[in-house]
């Protein structure tokens, strides 16, 4: 597959650029994956408007939800992005390969929420009912449930775009998820 390129602030419109100038602020750069919404007029504010979304959800919670949906969907990109914001958020090196695996060893409710968004990504919106019901009686509410399948959706637009695309890492690369007992 041939790589995409990534386009420069000049090569995008005008209000991609202001969105470019509101990235470089906020993060110091433009990741790549993001310019490369930016060959559509739309994308990239859309999408930014869907991750930066109100939800019930914390920082951290999200990234689990991040970590173990791009590993099943094998984005090498997001999984190199979300493990840098991962480490932010506080989780160590062993929590991330467990999250990526689907699993939180260290936490009952992150446990729960792992195994959520797994099943949910593996099955394509199928949830298993014995992995929703653990979810529920770990203390996450329908609300939760909700807002978790919209991560799963936003951050699969996502690993599709990379999967798509193939534009270069500009994250440290987080390697291949080596065997984790789940």
Request: charge should be negative.
């Amino acid at each position: 597959m041939s790589t995409f390129n990534v386009p420069k602030r000049e090569e995008v419109s005008e209000n991609n650029q202001a969105i470019f100038d509101n990235l470089e602020k906020a993060v110091g750069f433009v990741p790549n994956l993001y310019a490369t919404y930016a060959h559509s007029e739309n994308a990239l504010g859309n999408y930014l408007t869907l991750a930066n979304a109100k939800t019930s959800l914390k920082a951290k919670e999200k990234e689990v939800i991040n970590l173990a949906v791009s590993e099943v969907n094998n984005c090498t990109y997001c999984l190199s992005a979300h493990t840098a914001i991962g480490k932010m958020n506080g989780f160590t090196d062993d929590q991330i390969l467990e999250l990526r695996a689907g699993y939180a060893s260290f936490d009952n409710k992150l446990d729960a929420l792992a195994r959520l968004s797994k099943n949910i990504t593996e099955n394509r919106g199928a949830a298993s009912e014995a992995v929703v019901d653990n979810f529920l009686n770990a203390g996450w509410t329908k609300e939760n449930l909700i807002d978790t399948i919209v991560v799963v959706g936003d951050k699969t637009i996502s690993n599709y775009l990379h999967r798509t695309t193939n534009v270069p890492i500009d994250f440290p690369v987080a390697q291949p998820l080596q065997s984790v007992e789940v």
